[in-house]
């Protein structure tokens, strides 16, 4: 069964770094999507992206980070200069059609960041 | 905000009783979905259930929506120790958002 898959499954690095977290959404989907969990809190959306662009982002995700589609198969976010907040659980998330559908999540990457 | 907010947050039952969540938003909505995350996995989509409809069954599961009350709620039946887990309401209005769900602990 078509899955989506992240990579880092776990990464761990020091403040003012930046980092790249991967993710290669199932095959046919059209939208994709950037959600971040903070141990035990809620699932934070970050950002959406159709078509190569950004359709949607949250307040969360200002200009230290960027997303990007490079190959038409990987979908990638990018932290830039990291903070000791940003550690948390990052989740790619892809959906076929529509905006409205079933989400299909990665198993996430955690960032660890000291 | 525009995201679902679950209650209780916090659920503790034996195996074999009913557990109940409930969600509730603040915004229109096209439909309302559930997601299910294991300790540190990702979110798993449980069932869909839109604007025009007021209930839906999937095996063991049970959803219900009052778009008057801008309600839902999430019935687990005859619930299992492999049902522990958190459990997140999600709408949809410009993009995706999820409440902060329901932690569910079924004790064997």
């Known amino acids: 069964e078509p899955e989506v898959t992240q990579t880092p499954s776990h990464q761990v690095t020091q403040m003012g770094q930046e980092v790249i977290l991967r993710c290669v959404p199932i095959s046919n989907h059209l939208y994709f999507y950037w959600y971040r969990q903070i141990l035990g809190q809620k699932v934070e959306f970050l950002v959406s992206?159709?078509?190569?662009?950004?359709?949607?982002k949250s307040e969360i995700f200002d200009d230290q980070f960027s997303v990007e589609r490079p190959d038409g198969s990987n979908f990638t976010l990018k932290i830039r200069s990291t903070k000791l907040e940003d550690s948390a659980m990052y989740f790619c998330?892809?959906?076929?059609?529509?905006?409205?559908?079933?989400?299909?999540f990665g198993e996430g990457s955690r960032l660890t960041v000291l | 905000s525009q995201q679902g907010e679950e209650d209780p947050q916090a659920l503790s039952i034996q195996e074999g009783e009913n557990a109940t969540m409930n969600c509730s938003y603040k915004t229109s909505i096209n439909n309302l979905q559930w997601y299910r995350q294991n300790s540190g996995r990702g979110l798993v989509h449980l069932i869909l259930i839109r604007s025009n409809e007021r209930e839906k069954h999937s095996g063991r599961l049970r959803v219900t929506l009052d778009t008057s009350k801008k309600s839902s709620s999430l019935l687990i039946t005859a619930s299992r120790a492999a049902d522990t887990a958190s459990y997140f309401c999600a709408t949809f209005v410009n993009d995706m958002r999820f409440g902060a769900g329901t932690r569910l602990t079924v004790k064997p």
């Open positions: 992206f159709y078509n190569n662009e950004i359709s949607e």
């Open positions: 998330a892809s959906m076929p059609t529509g905006r409205t559908g079933e989400l299909f």
